[in-house]
């Protein structure tokens, strides 16, 4: 089982990313999956799911409006875009994936996002 985050970067503020999280060894398609950012000093949050079937959407109150998630089943990927940055978006993000269950997860290893100019 595998989760491999990237697209992270350094970009100034009020620019865009856009991160992938590339998943194999699991059936994909049967899971949920999560974006969650971690920063400096601070606690691991949610930012973003995405659920399996009907392809809902949560965002954290934080990243509304900003941030866009999506999966593309066919590929076994999950995409994050990222729009108006700021510096508080500076963290390591990660994708998380859950089963139906929730008797499985799996996360990556993290693809650091830094926001300055």
């Known amino acids: 089982v595998q989760l491999v985050e990237s697209g992270g970067g350094l970009v100034q503020p009020g620019g865009s990313l856009r991160l992938s999280c590339a998943a194999s060894g699991f059936t994909f398609s049967s899971y949920a999956i999560s974006w969650y950012r971690q920063a400096p000093g601070k606690e691991r949050e949610l930012v973003a799911t995405i659920t399996r079937l009907h392809r809902s959407t949560i965002y954290a109150d934080s990243v509304k409006g900003r941030f866009t998630i999506s999966r593309d089943n066919a590929k076994n990927t999950v995409y994050l875009q990222m729009n108006s940055l700021n510096p508080e978006d500076t963290a390591v993000y990660y994708c998380?994936?859950?089963?139906?269950?929730?008797?499985?997860?799996?996360w990556g290893q993290g693809t650091q996002v830094t926001v300055s100019s």
């Open positions: 998380k994936a859950v089963s139906s269950s929730s008797s499985y997860n799996y």
